[in-house]
Nanobody, 126 residues
């Protein structure tokens, strides 16, 4: 079992920044990769970024490259998503996810993750 708890969301004006955090607990030694997804009302959940627990490989949705940065602190069992230059279209509930197996891993697939947090709301005003 792996438990994930997101925090750091809030209301910010366009152009502003937030730092989202995801605290992992439980059997974190089994985690292969961590990811961030988001879901806006009326839309499907979409991939934002991912970071391998070991090795440090990172992956990003094309539209957030240069604005969002995923990072990890293995000792603290934390992953972060720094979101800069926010736009209204970034408004969504942001979810943290963890994948256990490294076999046939596709970072951007929602099916590739085993555990999910409850989400944290990010709202960007014009």
């Amino acid at each position: 079992q792996v438990q994930l708890v997101e925090s750091g969301g809030g209301l910010v004006q366009a152009g502003g920044s937030l730092r989202l955090s995801c605290a992992a607990s439980g059997r974190t030694s089994t985690v292969y990769s961590m990811g961030w997804f988001r879901q806006a009302p009326g839309k499907e959940r979409e991939f934002v970024a991912a970071h391998a627990w070991y090795g440090g490989s990172t992956y990003y949705k094309e539209s957030v490259k240069g604005r969002f940065t995923i990072s990890r602190d293995y000792a603290k069992k934390m992953v972060y998503l720094q979101v800069n230059s926010l736009k209204p279209e970034d408004t969504a509930v942001y979810y943290c996810a963890a994948r256990i197996s490294g076999v046939d891993y596709t970072p951007s697939s929602t099916y590739g993750y085993d555990y999910w947090g409850q989400g944290t709301q990010v709202t960007v005003s014009p």
